[in-house]
């Protein structure tokens, strides 16, 4: 059936263009056909109207402005692995950027994936009295809607604290 349907969609250009004839039967029916019967009388099908499609003009996409930006965000302190020695679990985080950041955008700090404090223009975070343990920090670049733009690799501290169990 497939095969059928793709032979009539080749073929129909080639039945556009073939003659019609109309042939009236003793009863009056009409029949229209492209083969000519005894007494039938050809008809003369008028071109059909045609209209040539409109050139395409391609235009460069417009991107945003944001979009043509590429960001890179790096924690520059503390080191990946660093150890915070035993004390109240206090510790900075500093970035560099690179290009600046358009004054829209702000930097948002995450603590082993959830986001820690408010969104902000600084490069570097006091953080105080972070719990003991391992933990995963990471900084983006997030525009005025709260989008992700760059984002840092995340490193990893270990924070270390007198337990109350010793």
Do not use: C
Not at 30 to 41: K, L, M, N, R
Not at 154 to 163: K, L, Q
């Amino acid at each position: 059936m497939p095969r059928l349907l793709l032979l009539l969609l080749l073929l129909s250009p080639l039945l556009a263009t073939a003659q019609v004839y109309k042939h009236v039967d003793q009863d009056g029916n009409v029949t229209f056909s492209d083969i000519p019967a005894p007494g039938s009388e050809k008809i003369d099908v008028p071109v059909s109207n045609t209209v040539a499609a409109p050139p395409v003009v391609s235009r460069p996409q417009e991107e945003p402005a944001d979009a043509l930006v590429s960001y890179q965000v790096a924690i520059s302190s503390p080191e990946p692995e660093a150890v915070i020695p035993r004390g109240p679990g206090n510790f900075s985080v500093t970035v560099t950027v690179s290009p600046a950041p358009d004054t829209s955008m702000q930097l948002q700090l995450f603590m082993d994936g959830d986001a820690y404090g408010a969104p902000q223009s600084q490069l570097q975070w006091n953080l105080t009295n972070v719990p003991r343990g391992t933990h995963q920090v990471q900084v983006a670049i997030v525009d005025s809607e709260g989008e992700t733009l760059a984002q840092s690799d995340p490193i990893t501290v270990y924070v270390r604290r007198p337990s109350k169990n010793f």
